[in-house]
Every structure is written in C-alpha cells, then in structure tokens.
C-alpha cells in the first residue's frame, strides 16, 4: 500500500503535536510490511509522516521537485531532509530545476501518481498559493485517489 502526504507547513508547536499525533494513528492501521510512504519531505507533515513510516517499519519512497529543493527549505530543516533521503528506497524527480510554485505542484502530481491513498494534513481551507495543500488535494480528487483529510480539531493554521 503506497500512501502519499501533503499538508501546511509552519504549524505551531501546539498543533504540530496534534497532528503528529494523528498521523501515528494513522501509521498505526498499516501492515508496516505493505507500507510505502511517498513524501516530497518538506519540513512538516511530509517530513513526520515519513519519519513515522519508518519507525513503523515501512519504507520511504521520495518525489523531490526541483534540483534546488533542499535549498529552498529552512536551514534547520536540512539534517532531517538528509537523514530521510537516505532511507529512501526510491527517489523520484520531476527533472525540473527552480524550486517554484509550478515544481512543487509537479513533484506533487507525480506524488499522486504513485500512491493508492493521499493523506492530507489540511484545514480545508484553499491553497495560500499556487501548488498548496488545497490544490494537491483537488488533483488527487480529479484523478480518482481517495483522500484521507488529518486536521486536529478546532486547530488554526
């Protein structure tokens, strides 16, 4: 079972604990031997769902968007980013080289594309920009892959 992961970034300590929370419940319900995350690892739900994945058991398959990618992403955020890739079993790349809106949305169709399921760590509310939690949503809808929305209740992005 290759599961898939989008969600919002910069979540408060508050509600990373929740949600983490609520993505171990999740892992919990695999067969961690059929279990295959597929993340794009941002810092955030990418990266805790992959982490839980593996603490599982399961495996990591991982989309990176764009050559400057990891670049892109908070300094402090680089040591996971690394220690994840690493583990990964598969690495997929959208061939593209700017970390832009439009790649992240491309390693986020491809993302789709692999999986069986999408999580998505999301409030319901639309995409803060172009390639958001709101629009990975809405194309996994328009393809046909069930979505299981994670959003702790009453939390605030």
């Known amino acids: 079972m290759k599961v898939g992961i989008t969600g919002h970034r910069g979540l408060s300590t508050d509600v990373e604990a929740q949600v983490r929370a609520l993505l171990a419940a999740r892992v919990e319900g695999y067969d961690p031997a059929e279990l295959v995350a597929v993340s794009c690892i941002a810092d955030g739900p990418d990266a805790w769902f992959a982490e839980a994945v593996l603490a599982r058991g399961g495996r990591l398959e991982v989309v990176v968007p764009a050559a400057e990618y990891r670049a892109g992403l908070p300094g402090w ?11 990964a079993a598969e690495v997929h790349h959208t061939g593209l080289t700017e970390s832009t809106s439009e790649a992240h949305q491309a390693g986020s169709e491809i993302l789709v594309g692999l999986v069986d399921e999408l999580i998505a760590v999301w409030d319901g509310k639309p995409a803060r920009g172009y390639g958001g939690t709101a629009d990975v949503v809405a ?19």
């Open 77 to 87: 955020h680089h040591p996971v980013y690394d220690r994840l890739l690493a583990h």
């Open 139 to 157: 194309y996994a809808e328009r393809t046909g892959v069930p979505v299981r929305v994670l959003w702790p209740e009453g939390a605030a992005r």
